[in-house]
Structures are given as C-alpha cells and as structure tokens.
T-cell receptor, first 114, second 113 residues
C-alpha cells in the first residue's frame, strides 16, 4: 500500500544512547517532515525537507539531525538521547507545502528514554 | 508567525447530537486551514481544508468546517455525532509562502452512546 512507513514502532533507549528513526514514502512526494507529539502539546515540527539534499530546522530541532539523500527516505537521528526526547514521533510527506494537498502521516514511533 | 489555538482540551457529546470543535488562528496573510483526526495508536488523517472560496467546507465522514474571517475561526462541525467519531482532532494552519503546517494542541472528542 502506498504511504509513509516508519520504523521502529516502539523503542526504549538509555540516556546517552543514539538511534535513527526511519521514514520512507513511496508517493514521490518532494516534501517531508518530522513532528513530535507530546500530551497536551500537539505536534511540534522538528525538521523538514523540500527535496533531496535540502533540509531545514523546525520549531524544536535541538538534539536531532536529519539527512535527505533520496526522495523516498528521511531518517531522523538522535545522537545523545535525553529523557526530554521521550515522545511519539511522526513522519509526514506531501506533494506541496500545503496549498491544496494534505499531509500523509506515518503511524508513528513511540520512543522512551530512561 | 502563524499560530493556531484549540481552546478546548476535551469535548463530550451524546450520540446523535451535533458537535462542534473550535479552532482560532493567527496569520499575517490569507490562511490555509486544515483539520486532521487521530485515532488511537495511529497517525493523523486529513479531514478537510479551506484554501479559498465557499466559507463552508465539507470533508470526510460527514464533517464540515466553517471559515469565519472576521472572527479568525475555523470550527469543525458535524450535524449528528457517532460513537466512532471519538478521537483526537487537530486544527492546522499555514500562512502564505513556503512554510510547513503549524498544528494546534488537539481536542479530544468523546461521543457517548
């Protein structure tokens, strides 16, 4: 099925560990996004990309890094995990930045840092 | 910078009654407005959007939303609620220019049988 695929679905990290959250889409969308969702806080934008090789910071980029080497993939890297990064992470993609199209979201990665 | 507010954390409504989930926004230009729904352990799903044109926008699952420029609001409505409508609803906005969507905090809708 076409859409956005996120892996893993769940992960527990120890403080200071590193990991990469994977995101892949097969809709040939140029635009991709990483949001984190915290209870009562809605979704906060971490990073986004307007095409392969181009990324930009969102509202809460500290502690994260991204790369976009292909149109399909947009991994999110946590270098030194902290408890404040405990959250649910959503990857999304879109044909355009939002003028006439909605975003397609993945099912999320639930990350706990202990 | 654009922003969006959802003043209610929780909305409770009886099945069969009309429902309204409120959203107000702030942008510097003309707004692009969206509603998304999130079911438990799932990603967000697009419901409807307002870009331009008729102030009453119809979307998926019988939902509609009314754009009110003077009140800077974009409230989500449904004439008759179903138990299956129980979920978390997000309003989102973007301003003119090439910027990502900004989401509200979300409103949890509970429809009681």
């Amino acid at each position: 099925n076409a859409g956005v695929t996120q892996t893993p679905k769940f992960r527990i990290l120890k403080i200071g560990q590193s990991m990469t959250l994977q995101c892949a889409q097969d809709m040939n969308h140029n635009y991709m996004y990483w949001y984190r969702q915290d209870p009562g806080m809605g979704l906060k934008l971490i990073y986004y990309s307007v095409g392969a090789g181009i990324t930009d910071k969102g509202e809460v980029p500290n502690g994260y890094n991204v790369s976009r080497s292909t149109t399909e993939d947009f991994p999110l890297r946590l270098e030194l995990a902290a408890p404040s990064q405990t959250s649910v992470y959503f990857c999304a993609s879109s044909y355009s930045m939002g003028d006439n199209y909605g975003y397609t979201f993945g099912s999320g990665t639930r990350l706990t840092v202990v | 910078a654009q922003s969006v507010a959802q003043p209610e954390d929780q909305v409770n409504v009886a099945e069969g009654n009309p429902l309204t989930v409120k959203c107000t926004y702030s942008v510097s230009g003309n707004p692009y407005l969206f509603w998304y729904v999130q079911y438990p352990n799932r990603g967000l799903q697009f419901l409807l959007k307002y870009i331009t044109g008729d102030n009453l926008v119809k979307g998926s699952y019988g939902f509609e939303a009314e754009f009110n420029k003077s009140q800077t609001s974009f409230h989500l409505k449904k004439p008759s609620a179903l138990v299956s409508d129980s979920a978390l609803y997000f309003c989102a906005v973007r301003d003119i220019g090439n910027t990502p969507l900004v989401f509200g905090k979300g409103t949890r809708l509970s429809v009681i049988a």
